[in-house]
């Protein structure tokens, strides 16, 4: 450890939990058992399922981790309308979306959206 620069606040080596604790407007407090943890949600979540498409269990899992934007990165545009409709449920927007012909000559059309949370939405979870 370099001595000369002491780790401060905005120190490339400490976690944002070590950096603002409590103390930043998004910290979640986990119990356990030995010791209080802060917990972060992530600002963008990037889906990028296989062609079947995501499990309801994990949109709900995404949903309950309450990111403000999901980043959907789909191959089937069919599944990807099914997950879409599934997060609207749960609070999300579809805002835009665009179909990639990446695989010319193919019938395969890749499809990349952003979702954004809705503010005030309670979802029953």
């Known amino acids: 450890m370099n001595t000369a620069f002491p780790p401060d ?13 409590s103390e930043h407007p998004k910290a979640r407090p986990q119990y356990s058992r030995h010791r209080t943890v802060f917990y972060f949600p992530p600002d963008v979540v990037i889906l990028d399922p296989p062609r079947k498409g995501c499990t309801p269990s994990l949109l709900k899992t995404v ?9 959907y990165v789909s191959c089937d545009p069919a599944t990807f309308a099914r997950d879409c409709a599934v997060l609207a449920g749960l609070g999300y927007e579809l805002k835009e979306y665009t179909p990639f012909d990446m695989f010319a000559r193919t019938a395969h059309v ?3 959206g952003l979702l954004k949370r809705i503010t005030g939405w309670q979802a029953q979870l």
């Open 63 to 71: 949903a309950e981790m309450s990111p403000d934007r999901i980043a």
């Open 9 to 21: 606040r905005d120190s490339p080596d400490k976690t944002t939990a070590e950096k603002y604790g």
């Open 110 to 112: 890749e499809t990349v």
